[in-house]
């Protein structure tokens, strides 16, 4: 591709997707993946800063982030590579060495972008657009989404700032990916390990912190756009450093966050920790019991945690923003010790092959659904110990951590909607019924999500589909049935026995059967969504070095048409003998009709003349 | 293909059309008048053949192939009796209002003789057959691309353009003959224009693979024509 790049002869690129011939590793992030928005900087542990210990992505090309000034379109459809390979093969093959002849086979890539250089620009040429046009035309639109959010104490939503007498552990995981073409981003190591295991656990810790509640809260938070230097992550610090949200950094008492954990199996798990925040000797020490309670949580599992012996940095994660403002104890929890296991970190090929899961072959979907293959067994493992880690760090009994166990089946589900099919039935009983009765263009497509942040509510219509699916999942693993109607549902503040600001309310299509429709309820769950656009919008600094400032170009068409070209000498030809047959019959009847008289002598003038 | 091939195709397809326009018509109201009249009448009779044809397709089973291609030669050949039928009708229309024409003009006899008319309905017919001959053919060259991904031949354009001229010229000679032998009630004039404009338009919906052969035969015809024509005036 970069010789593509810098070679003048190249138009676009059509990228043929395949599954065979897959290179041993690919990954088109960075090296160093959010080595400018991270906590390492010149001020805060300048030796570990780029990357200067560890390599996290060694395999990364950086692909993703050079400006190619051509098209580059990926194609999928079996049938259309078909039709493009046998136009090439019949009309532009070499015969004998001797160059093709036209007509020639060509293709013809759409895909004007109207943003241009940079963010600053585009944005600066958008806001004068806004400001001066009556028809105003947006050039791009910021990358935005919704974090989504929950505790095990529900928290009062319209209660902003410091909560009195809440002290709060934060498990944190992302919730996006991405790859080097747009909205492609199965992401299966790098997201959805972490989205399954934390959403296990919590399914796991609910019902006993419900029976023997932990002395602290803890706060379950999935970040969006963290592959687009932290834009969830970052949000949420800032709403808290303004007193903007529920909690504030003040509330929080320290702070573990699930990484890439999917590719353990049979290697143990390794938990880091930032050496800078652990000088502070206070940290260290909660650090250090941290790790303890979780290497003790371990021994009853199959599993083994270690601390990595090196003093190294943390590797990208949400918790280095939280760490810009507040030294927070905290660890991150992944399946590689120095750099990522991940061979397809942030690319197209890390999916559910990626993460070995893979089933038998002869089985109907649902029986897919359901079957537990080692994948699910493994991470419904992790899951288990950060459960009881969980709640053992939150001050919970050591004794109830025995009924702390994630449920294999629920992790074989969340597996199978995540990286195989989402429209299955178990998440179709989920989602509202207006989801799951739309036509094609609804979140329950066929095939896996892709995990790619998108453009938001402004543009794209309600929140982004991995985001719906968290939250209703979590309402339905964490919430309670109510008997409310439908309008009800939608309107709980008129009820007295309802509280809207401690709780969401969910109207869902329930189960369906084979012989009988779903019979859609009310769920009652303290679910929040937040919204997740980086602080630089909000600050109009949109070449802000401390924020996420991406954005995505507007465009009108995006699509592709292969013809065959003829030869500029046919195409002069026609031309010429255009021209020449005009001016021919121009000549031909100027001349015929200004001598007509004498060419057309009719039969009036015969002479017969009679002397 | 491109603008070239655009303007290109169109000279060649209107080119004698127009120069015959701009130097015989323009000059003259009341043949303009009749020209535009003659091109209305034949696109009467396009819209009467089209009508039936879509009746007939629709009240037809749509999968059967064979029968769709062969509704389509009937289309055909319906339309090229209805164009006659309807150049008869003209000539009856312009042979009443030579009367009129003649009550109204400074000297005794009419401004326009029967054989200008039938010149200038001609034309008028052959101008507006061309035109819906070639008009979709040119929006289509002005992209990229050319004829050839399925298989045709690449020189589909000009070989269209060049028929659309033949097609237009020819128009303008059944003209002349149709109205001379009307005049004259030459039956056999009559009927061999109208076998000719049938043998054409069969032609035409025979696939032909190579494009010169096409082209021969539809000189072949145009030269039989032309001296006719000659002979007759």
């Excluded at chain 1, 799951?436 to 066929?446: A, D, F, P, Q, Y």
Aim: a neutral charge.
């Amino acid at each position: 591709m970069m010789r593509m790049k810098n070679s003048s002869r190249v138009a676009g690129v059509a990228v043929i997707v395949s599954k065979t011939g897959l290179a041993d590793n690919f990954s088109p992030h960075t090296t160093c993946p959010n080595q400018n928005t991270g906590v390492y900087s010149e001020n805060y542990g300048p030796d570990l800063a780029n990357c200067n210990v560890t390599v996290w992505n060694p395999f990364g090309n950086g692909l993703s982030y050079e400006d190619f000034a051509f098209p580059v379109f990926a194609l999928k459809d079996e049938n259309q590579t078909q039709v493009i390979r046998k136009c090439y093969e019949d009309h532009n093959q070499r015969v004998n060495g001797s160059a093709p002849k036209y007509p020639l086979c060509a293709m013809q890539l759409f895909s004007h972008m109207h943003a241009v250089t940079d963010t600053v620009t585009c944005m600066r040429r958008t806001d004068l657009q806004n400001r001066f046009s009556i028809n105003p035309e947006v050039l791009c639109d910021p990358l935005s989404d919704f974090n989504v959010w929950t505790s095990t104490r529900p928290l009062n939503n319209s209660a902003k700032g410091h909560a009195a007498d809440e002290s709060v552990v934060i498990a944190a995981t992302r919730l996006d990916g991405r790859s080097f073409f747009w909205e492609q981003a199965p992401a299966a190591e790098g997201t959805v390990s972490g989205i399954v295991t934390l959403l296990a656990a919590i399914q796991a810790l609910y019902p006993v912190t419900q029976e023997a509640p932990p002395t602290r809260n803890i706060f379950f938070s999935f970040f969006q756009g963290e592959a687009f230097d932290y834009i969830g992550s970052s949000k949420m610090v800032y709403d808290m450093k303004r007193n903007d949200f529920v909690i504030d950094l003040d509330n929080v008492h320290s702070m573990l966050e699930i990484g890439q954990v999917g590719l353990h199996s049979g290697r143990s798990l390794w938990m880091h920790s930032d050496p800078i925040s652990r000088q502070n000797k206070s940290v260290d020490t909660e650090v250090l019991e941290m790790m303890d309670r979780m290497r003790s949580a371990a021994a009853g599992l199959k599993l083994t945690v270690d601390h990595p012996s090196v003093s190294q940095p943390l590797p990208p994660s949400s918790f280095q923003r939280f760490l810009r403002e507040r030294q927070i104890p905290g660890l991150v929890l992944t399946d590689h010790n120095t750099s990522f296991i991940n061979r397809y970190y942030e690319s197209m090929y890390d999916d559910a092959e990626n993460l070995n899961v893979t089933y038998p072959p002869g089985l109907t979907p649902d029986e897919q659904l359901v079957y537990e293959t080692d994948a699910a067994k493994s991470l419904a493992e992790v899951a288990t110990l950060v459960a009881r880690s969980l709640y053992v760090q939150a001050g919970g009994n050591e004794s109830n951590l025995n009924n702390i166990t994630a449920d294999p089946k629920t992790v074989a589900q969340l597996l199978y909607g995540f990286v195989i099919q989402k429209n299955n039935s178990w998440f179709r009983s989920l989602l509202p019924p207006e989801v799951t009765k739309k036509g094609v263009n609804s979140i329950l497509s066929s095939g896996p999500p892709q995990f790619y942040i998108g453009l938001g509510p402004r543009v794209h219509g309600p929140a982004h589909s991995v985001t719906r699916f968290v939250q209703y999942i979590l309402a339905n693993l964490t919430g309670s049935v109510t008997n409310l109607t439908e309008s009800q549902c939608q309107n709980p503040s008129e009820l007295s026995t309802e509280n809207k600001d401690l709780f969401s309310y969910f109207w869902v299509s329930g189960p369906a059967s084979v012989n009988s429709t779903s019979e859609p309820f009310c769920v009652r769950a303290s679910v929040r969504l937040s919204k997740a656009v980086s602080p630089a919008f909000e600050l109009l600094e949109y070449g802000s070095r401390n924020y996420s400032t991406w954005t995505e170009s507007r465009w009108k068409s995006i699509r592709a048409r292969i013809f065959l070209v003829a030869s500029r000498e046919l195409e002069m030809l026609t031309l010429g003998v255009g021209v020449a047959v005009l001016l021919l019959s121009l000549l031909v009847t100027y001349f015929i009709s200004s001598k007509a008289e004498l060419l057309f002598s009719s039969a009036r003038e015969t002479p017969t003349t009679t002397y | 293909m491109t603008v070239a091939v655009f303007f290109g195709c169109a000279f060649i397809a209107f080119g004698p059309a127009f120069s015959l326009f701009v130097f015989t018509i323009a000059r003259d109201p009341l043949r303009v008048i009749i020209l535009i009249a003659g091109a209305f009448f034949w696109l009467l009779s396009l819209l009467l053949s089209s009508l039936v044809w879509f009746i007939s397709i629709k009240a037809s089973n749509s999968q059967d192939l064979r029968l769709q291609r062969d509704l389509l030669i009937f289309g055909v050949f319906f339309s090229v009796l209805l164009q006659e039928v309807f150049r008869f009708a003209y000539y009856r229309l312009l042979r009443k209002a030579t009367e009129g024409l003649a009550a109204i003009s400074d000297e005794d006899t009419s401004a326009i003789s029967v054989r200008q008319m039938a010149y200038v309905a001609g034309l008028g017919f052959g101008i507006m057959s061309g035109a819906f001959s070639m008009i979709n053919v040119l929006s289509d060259s002005l992209g990229p691309g050319t004829v050839g991904i399925f298989g045709d031949s690449q020189y589909y354009f000009i070989t269209a353009a060049l028929m659309t001229l033949a097609l237009t010229l020819l128009h303008t000679f059944w003209g002349v003959l149709f109205f001379e032998g009307c005049e004259k009630s030459r039956w056999w004039v009559i009927a061999a224009v109208v076998s000719l404009h049938l043998l054409v338009a069969g032609l035409v919906m025979f696939p032909l693979d190579a494009a010169g052969e096409l082209h021969i035969t539809r000189a072949s015809h145009y030269c039989f024509t032309f001296i006719h024509t000659a002979r007759v005036i």
